[in-house]
């Protein structure tokens, strides 16, 4: 059982940066895969990143060379690092882990891109 609060979301320009959060309580942290999910309103919710254990990471094409995921075990707690925003990156994103054969999800952050 794991539980997750996403923090960092906000207001940016086009062309910024925001540095988006999610910290993780109770025990074997290092043992779930973690992932970045986004969803825009009227759109399927959408793969962003996603990092194993210790550092495998994969991209969403769309992400790619823009966003960078990590953790830190030691504070579990997974970050999703994110430059060069553009307008389309606006969502809710949400955090998951995911350990054998089940999900566990935060209750996302909004990421506004607006000029």
């Known amino acids: 059982q794991v539980q997750l609060v996403e923090s960092g979301g906000g207001l940016v320009q086009p062309g910024g940066s925001l540095r988006l959060s999610c910290a993780a309580s109770?025990?074997?942290?290092?043992?779930?895969?973690m992932a970045w999910y986004r969803q825009a309103p009227g759109k399927q919710r959408e793969l962003v990143a996603v990092i194993g254990n210790p550092g495998m990471t994969n991209y969403a094409d769309s992400v790619k060379g823009r966003f960078t995921i990590s953790r830190d075990n030691a504070k579990n707690t997974v970050y999703l690092q994110m430059s060069s925003l553009k307008p389309e990156d606006t969502a809710v994103y949400y955090c998951k882990a995911s350990r054998l054969s089940r999900d566990y999800w935060g209750q996302g952050t909004q990421v506004t891109v607006s000029s």
């Open positions: 109770g025990s074997g942290f290092s043992l779930y895969a």
